[in-house]
């Protein structure tokens, strides 16, 4: 089953605009985790926020974390034509049954920057 | 440092026959993962393996689908027999071990037919 829920589904901005986009979750995690997907091709890790971090920055890129709402977001500042992609978070947990700790994916967000 | 690779990068079938992705993770990652994602959908996790064993394969259709990673490097995911539900990109990962970040190949597109 999918963890996080991105909103909005989908964002359109002009060049130059920043961008938020948004991720709850249910149950208690590790760490949570951005993923950025180009049209047809694998993902690339943006950033990773641990579950005692509340914010941090990598470049144009802010994400915060607050687990007492189950809510993550991640902000691209100053947007680039280059950003356009689907923005997925991810949840990282121990699956207690199996023993293992592993990522779940929600449904991403569809970022067009226009130029 | 080369990433994960995989192949085919497409692949067209008909129902009911069989297809098998191959995946060459990052050199020394211990954790690979296989990933199903379906069109509009996140990844969804096939399988994890720790060098050559299986930690989680809990959402891998069983009666259809097979993994393995022989000597803990390369792995191969099996399909057989498809069914049209397959058509997804399949996603392989690896990492260096399961609390690190994951780095993910280009992925095989599936269309079964």
């Known amino acids: 089953s999918q963890q996080g829920e991105e909103d909005p589904q989908a964002l359109s901005i002009q060049e130059g605009e920043n961008a938020t986009m948004n991720c709850s979750y249910k149950?208690?995690?590790?760490?949570l985790q951005w993923y950025r997907q180009n049209s047809g091709r694998g993902l690339v890790h943006l950033i990773l926020?641990?579950?005692?971090?509340r914010e941090k920055h990598s470049g144009r890129l802010r994400v915060t974390l607050d687990t007492s709402k189950k809510s993550s977001s991640l902000l691209i500042t100053a947007s680039r034509a280059a950003d356009t992609a689907s923005y997925f978070c991810?949840?990282?947990?121990?699956?207690?049954?199996?023993?293992?700790?592993?990522?779940?994916f929600g449904k991403g967000t569809k970022l067009s920057v226009i130029p | 440092e080369a990433g994960v690779a995989q192949s085919p990068r497409y692949k067209i079938i008909e129902k009911r026959q069989s297809v098998a992705f191959w995946c060459n993770p990052i050199?020394?990652?211990?954790?690979l993962y296989w990933y199903q994602q379906i069109l509009g959908q996140g990844p969804k996790l096939l399988i994890q393996?720790?060098?050559?064993?299986?930690?989680?394969d809990s959402q891998l259709p069983k009666d259809r689908f097979s993994a393995e990673r022989l000597k803990g490097v390369d792995s191969t995911l099996k399909i057989q027999p498809a069914k049209l539900e397959d058509s997804a990109v399949y996603l392989c990962?690896?990492?260096?071990?399961?609390?690190?970040?994951?780095?993910f190949g280009p992925g095989t597109r599936l269309l079964v037919l």
């Open positions: 990962a690896s990492s260096l071990d399961p609390t690190w970040t994951q780095y």
């Open positions: 149950t208690s995690i590790n760490n």
């Open positions: 926020i641990r579950s005692n971090e």
């Open positions: 991810a949840t990282a947990s121990t699956n207690s049954g199996a023993g293992s700790y592993q990522l779940t």
């Open positions: 050199s020394g990652h211990a954790t």
């Open positions: 393996f720790q060098n050559n064993g299986v930690v989680d």
